[in-house]
Each structure stands twice: as structure tokens, then as C-alpha cells.
């Protein structure tokens, strides 16, 4: 079991930064994937980066990929996204994902374990 709580979200400008946290408690091991998603009003939830939780293996969405950053602190058992020149189509609820696999991780929503999701608003 993973327990998974986001934070971090908030009302931005175009072009600003934003950090948003994934605490995870619970069983973090080396099988984990951890990723993010988001949903737009309106839309259906898409896949935006994951991780395993130990190793270098990262993936991005072509819409961020160069201007967001996915990385751990396995200290703090904590999953970040960094996520620099915001759009107004960045807009949407994010939410934190986990699960576990001795194969790839997913970009599929097919995670067993969410977190409760965290609004970032981008204005233009």
C-alpha cells in the first residue's frame, strides 16, 4: 500500500514556475513507478511524467517535455514536478500516481495507487 498527497498547486501567470510535492508513505521499494497526470476541465486525464523510484529512468509527455522536470527525494520519500514556462493549457487538476512493476513503468492510467490531486491555474 502507498499513500500518496499532493501539494504545491496555485493560481499562476503564463510564463511562471511552479513545484508541486508527492509525499508517499507506505511501501517505496525498488519496483515502484511514480508519475504524474492531469485533467482538464472537460477532458479526459493524460499522462505527464513518472519515474522509478530508484533508478534514472524518466518520461515526459511531448506537451511538457523541456519544460518540466520530474525527480525523488527518496530521503523525504517524496516525488516533485518542476514545471517551468507555464501555459494557459497547462491548466487542469494534477495528480500523483504510483505502481509497482518489474517492467517498464506505465503512461497509462492503469495505476493502483492516487493521490487526491492538486489544481494549478495558469492565466494568460
Known amino acids: 500500500q502507498v499513500q500518496l498527497v499532493e501539494s504545491g498547486g496555485g493560481l499562476v501567470q503564463a510564463g511562471d514556475s511552479l513545484r508541486l510535492s508527492c509525499a508517499a508513505s507506505g511501501r517505496t521499494s525498488s519496483g515502484l513507478c511514480m508519475g504524474w497526470f492531469r485533467q482538464a476541465p472537460g477532458k479526459e486525464r493524460e499522462f505527464v511524467s513518472v519515474l522509478r523510484w530508484s533508478g534514472s529512468s524518466t518520461h515526459y509527455a511531448d506537451s511538457v517535455n523541456g519544460r518540466f522536470s520530474i525527480s525523488r527525494d527518496n530521503a523525504k520519500n517524496t516525488l516533485y514536478l518542476q514545471m517551468n514556462n507555464l501555459k494557459p493549457e497547462d491548466t487542469a487538476v494534477y495528480y500523483c500516481?504510483?505502481?509497482?512493476?518489474?517492467?517498464?513503468?506505465?503512461?497509462?492510467?492503469?495505476?493502483?495507487?492516487w493521490g487526491q490531486g492538486t489544481q494549478v491555474t495558469v492565466s494568460s
Open positions: 500516481a504510483a505502481h509497482y512493476t518489474p517492467w517498464s513503468c506505465r503512461q497509462s492510467l492503469d495505476y493502483a495507487y
